[in-house]
């Protein structure tokens, strides 16, 4: 285990539901990470917390909505997706941003039908 | 731009030999590079990291080397074990970068069989 949870799992949902994805880091870390990891492509930065901040938005759709309550919640709100949007979303943490390792949760599939 | 370039895309290996996989790099100024392995479904766990300084560092049967000067670094795995079968990823940082500092590979696929 590396420290960092994500729950669910798994997830399929359709086009107008609303749904979250949480994550959680017990390492102590001040900086967390969302990325969506889709077939074939390099894993893609969406958000990024700093000390409960969000330092980054990497032009992500406001279909995708970040929520950062302490240094050690990050959840990922989700309402109306497209098909295109399945894939596997990972949170990660950092001693800081930019800074040390970056500690993977295990992911979270998201289908959308 | 900075970008980070892994070859081969995939790789079939069969049990019990060795392997290197590349991984080339643009990013600058250059603070450390790291090799992640994922399993499928999985988050990446980190299996070593470099620092500009550092020109091999062995994670037991995983050798990582980096040049450097000329931007590369390369994984080696010595008597590959069905478990290896993963996504190997190189990870680069950028040093008091503005913009966000680690940068990603595609990966290399990786399959052992028996």
């Known amino acids: 285990e590396t420290g960092v949870t994500q729950t669910p799992r798994h997830l399929v949902m359709g086009m107008t539901n609303k749904k979250s994805l949480k994550c959680e880091q017990h390492l102590g870390h001040n900086a967390m990470y969302w990325y969506k990891q889709s077939a074939k492509k390099p894993l893609e930065l969406m958000f990024v917390y700093n000390f409960k901040e969000q330092t980054e938005n990497n032009s992500v759709p406001s279909r995708f909505s970040p929520e950062c309550p302490n240094s050690s919640h990050l959840f990922l709100h989700l309402h109306t997706l497209q098909p295109e949007d399945s894939a596997l979303y990972l949170c990660?943490?950092?001693?800081?941003w930019g800074t040390g390792e970056a500690f993977f949760g295990q992911g979270t599939r998201l289908t959308v039908v | 731009k900075n970008q980070v370039e892994q070859s081969p895309q995939s790789l079939i290996i069969l049990e019990g030999k060795n392997c290197t996989l590349q991984?080339?790099?643009?990013?600058?100024?250059?603070?450390?590079l790291r090799w992640y392995k994922q399993d499928t479904g999985r988050g990446p766990v980190s299996l070593t990291i470099?620092?500009?300084?550092?020109n091999t560092k062995s994670n037991g049967r995983y050798t990582a080397t980096l040049d450097a000067d000329t931007k590369q670094s390369s994984l080696h795995i010595t008597a590959s074990q069905l478990s290896d079968s993963a996504s190997y990823i190189c990870v680069v940082s950028a040093r008091n970068s503005g913009n966000t500092p680690l940068v990603f590979g595609k990966g290399t696929r990786l399959s052992v069989i028996a």
């Open positions: 470099m620092t500009f300084s550092e």
């Open positions: 990660a943490s950092s001693q800081d």
């Open positions: 991984c080339n790099y643009t990013v600058s100024p250059f603070s450390n």
